[in-house]
């Protein structure tokens, strides 16, 4: 039972660049979550989808897309890759009667 | 979902009790409280949640008050890999799509 996995766990881009973080969940869970996370600060919300077929703006959407491939994936796309976008990336799931599962990040840097 | 407040550091003796608060004034009445932690910049992890009552497991304690306006962590016997952020959040416990949302949590560093 992996849980949460995220692919890939590193990665260097280049100003412009564009890459997919894949994530996918083996838990069954309705919901899934991306986060990323900057240097010393809070995790914050880019997307989220409640659902197979349905996604939502979080905190900080601009400059990402997402797609709810299936119930099990759920990608993040970044169309035209900037350096402010240099985080640590986070994918969960969770399900109304459970607690949230997190992956183990994608470590992004954009130079 | 409501607000929280919560110190931005603490520290604690190793095998003392650590006592994390969180304020959440706003807390609505569906609405639950959820600990989660995370160490050294690895997906965050869950601790405890709960509505009212004082709940227990075999990680931590969690104390809310009778208006529910405030809680507490406590982990009993801290050890140096307690060593995290933890994280305070108050949502209702309604449907899979709410957002969830997360502070800056409080660095707690526990020392020899």
């Known amino acids: 039972n992996a849980g949460v996995t995220q692919t890939p766990k590193f990665q260097v881009l280049k100003t412009g660049q564009s890459m997919t973080l894949q994530c996918a969940q083996d838990?069954?869970?309705?919901?899934m979550y991306w986060y990323r996370q900057d240097p010393g600060m809070g995790l914050r919300l880019i997307y989220y989808s409640a659902s197979e077929g349905t996604t939502d703006k979080g905190e900080v959407p601009n400059g990402y897309n997402v797609s709810r491939l299936n119930k099990r994936e759920f990608s993040l796309r970044l169309e035209s890759a900037a350096p402010s976008q240099t985080s640590v990336y986070f994918c969960?799931?969770?399900?109304?009667?459970?607690?949230?599962?997190f992956g183990q990040g994608t470590r992004l840097t954009v130079v | 979902d409501a607000k929280t407040t919560q110190p931005t550091s603490m520290d604690c003796a190793e095998g003392r009790a650590a006592n994390l608060p969180c304020n959440h004034s706003t807390i609505s009445g569906n609405e639950y409280v959820y600990w989660y932690r995370q160490i050294h910049s690895q997906g965050p992890q869950y601790i405890i949640h709960?509505?009212?009552n004082n709940e227990t497991n075999e990680m931590a304690s969690l104390i809310i008050t009778e208006d529910r306006k405030s809680s507490t962590l406590i982990l009993p016997h801290a050890t140096l890999r307690d060593t995290a952020v933890y994280y305070c959040i108050v949502r209702a416990f309604t449907g899979g799509g709410n957002k969830l949302t997360f502070g800056t949590g409080t660095q707690l560093k526990v020392e020899l």
């Open positions: 838990m069954n869970h309705n919901s």
């Open positions: 969960a799931c969770r399900d109304p009667l459970t607690e949230a599962f």
């Open positions: 709960g509505l009212k």
